[in-house]
């Protein structure tokens, strides 16, 4: 069996999508997975998958005494660190919550990996670092803004923390939009309750499970005036962790490195509701309402960084997404 990785939120929607490619590249993904924003039917997925069901341990990366009890029964490689709160309303309605979980966590994560002497993490961050860029594409190099709420604070505090962090070898992997679901439909997203992203809300919607969908504001300075974002299929995203990984065993003496994961194409709003129609061969229904609090106009990736150092590149266009997400969608009962 390959190195052995350890994978907290690893039932979650990029998660899961993660341990499935990290499977198939010859690695043994180890997963930790509080199920607070998962469900433990995500392992039948990846079986079905990969036809192995990886070892799970149902544990809080904040409880520091099951997490080195965890390091101490596997020699742990390297970990992928995806475990944290991520509803950016929620965090505005919940600072403490937010600051409590995902900073904690990730202090406690770190202190452990230093007991354990396991030096390299993958950070799951996100372009939401960036706020209402000056300019689009975005790449690594543009300057941060002001987070637009606690979430996204909680991830330019995390890169702080870990650049900060002597010990650890990390990258950072800022995240544009990840959608879709794996081909096979054994994997997918599964938001709870009403879901706050696009997609999810696009599909629930063309199930019935949602009357309509609200274009949140169309007066925007785009060309259609809906806001514009560089949507990724999980899967692409999924395989830039195993890139990560992989350049990190041939470079054990970096310290912290960002990389954008985007495709590097702008689609809006009204964009993706009309290719979700077209390449699913139906209507949707939706109206025009008033802006969101927080949205930001556009932003999308330069990712020529992560294409050149990590050798990663999305290869997914927006089709393959909105099909994948509704052939997810119609799994769900
Ligand atoms: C996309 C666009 C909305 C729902 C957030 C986080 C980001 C990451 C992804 C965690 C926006 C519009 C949405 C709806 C709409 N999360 N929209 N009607 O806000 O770009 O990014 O989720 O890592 O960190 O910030 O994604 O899917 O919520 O919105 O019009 O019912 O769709 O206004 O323009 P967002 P989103």
Same mark, same amino acid.
């Given at each position: 069996?390959?190195?052995?990785?350890?994978?907290?939120?690893?039932?979650?929607?990029?998660?899961?999508?993660?341990?499935?490619?990290?499977?198939?590249?010859?690695?043994?993904?180890?997963?930790?997975?509080?199920?607070?924003?998962?469900?433990?039917?995500?392992?039948? *997925?990846?079986?079905?998958?990969?036809?192995?069901?990886?070892?799970?341990?149902?544990?809080?990366?904040?409880?520091?005494?099951?997490?080195?009890?965890?390091?101490?029964?596997?020699?742990?490689?390297?970990?992928?660190?995806?475990?944290?709160?991520?509803?950016?309303?929620?965090?505005?309605?919940? !600072?403490?919550?937010?600051?409590?979980?995902?900073?904690?966590?990730?202090?406690?994560?770190?202190?452990?990996?230093?007991?354990? =002497?396991?030096?390299?993490?993958?950070?799951?961050?996100?372009?939401?670092?960036? *706020?209402?860029?000056?300019?689009?594409?975005?790449?690594?190099?543009?300057?941060?803004?002001?987070?637009?709420?606690?979430?996204?604070?909680?991830?330019?505090?995390?890169? =702080?923390?870990?650049?900060?962090?002597?010990?650890?070898?990390?990258?950072?992997?800022?995240?544009?939009? !990840?959608?879709?679901?794996?081909?096979?439909?054994?994997?997918?997203?599964?938001?709870?309750?009403?879901?706050?992203?696009?997609?999810?809300?696009?599909?629930?919607?063309?199930?019935?499970?949602?009357?309509?969908?609200?274009?949140? *504001?169309?007066?925007?300075?785009? !060309?259609?005036?809906?806001?514009?974002?560089?949507?990724?299929?999980?899967?692409?995203?999924?395989?830039?962790?195993?890139?990560?990984?992989?350049?990190?065993?041939?470079?054990?003496?970096?310290?912290?490195?960002?990389?954008?994961?985007?495709?590097?194409?702008?689609?809006?709003? @009204?964009?993706?509701?009309?290719?979700?129609?077209?390449?699913?061969?139906?209507?949707?229904?939706?109206?025009?309402?008033?802006?969101? =609090?927080?949205?930001?106009?556009?932003?999308?990736?330069?990712?020529?960084?992560?294409?050149?150092? @990590? *050798?990663?590149?999305?290869?997914?266009?927006?089709?393959?997404?909105?099909?994948?997400?509704?052939?997810?969608?119609?799994?769900?009962?």
């Amino acid at each position: 069996m390959g190195k052995n990785i350890l994978v907290t939120g690893g039932l979650g929607y990029i998660g899961s999508h993660t341990v499935g490619e990290l499977i198939a590249h010859g690695y043994t993904p180890i997963i930790i997975d509080n199920l607070s924003n998962s469900y433990l039917s995500v392992l039948e *997925g990846i079986e079905k998958i990969c036809g192995v069901t990886p070892i799970f341990y149902d544990t809080d990366v904040n409880d520091s005494l099951a997490l080195d009890a965890i390091f101490k029964s596997h020699a742990i490689d390297s970990v992928i660190h995806f475990a944290a709160f991520k509803a950016v309303g929620e965090s505005v309605q919940e !600072p403490l919550k937010y600051y409590k979980n995902n900073i904690g966590g990730l202090i406690t994560l770190l202190e452990t990996m230093e007991a354990n =002497q396991v030096k390299n993490i993958v950070f799951s961050s996100s372009c939401t670092v960036y *706020g209402e860029p000056d300019h689009t594409p975005v790449d690594e190099n543009t300057p941060l803004k002001p987070a637009t709420s606690p979430y996204g604070n909680t991830k330019q505090v995390g890169e =702080q923390i870990l650049n900060d962090n002597r010990f650890t070898n990390t990258i950072a992997l800022r995240y544009f939009n !990840p959608i879709g679901a794996h081909h096979t439909a054994f994997l997918g997203e599964l938001p709870i309750g009403v879901p706050n992203n696009l997609v999810p809300f696009i599909t629930q919607t063309a199930a019935g499970l949602r009357e309509k969908i609200t274009v949140y *504001g169309n007066t925007y300075n785009t !060309p259609d005036g809906t806001c514009i974002r560089d949507y990724i299929h999980v899967v692409d995203l999924a395989k830039a962790h195993v890139k990560a990984i992989d350049y990190m065993a041939q470079n054990p003496n970096n310290h912290f490195d960002v990389f954008n994961l985007g495709t590097g194409n702008g689609n809006s709003v @009204l964009e993706v509701i009309k290719c979700f129609e077209s390449v699913n061969n139906l209507k949707l229904n939706y109206t025009i309402g008033a802006i969101r =609090q927080g949205d930001v106009e556009q932003v999308y990736a330069n990712s020529s960084k992560a294409n050149n150092i @990590l *050798g990663w590149k999305a290869e997914l266009n927006l089709d393959v997404m909105l099909y994948s997400a509704w052939k997810w969608q119609l799994t769900l009962n």
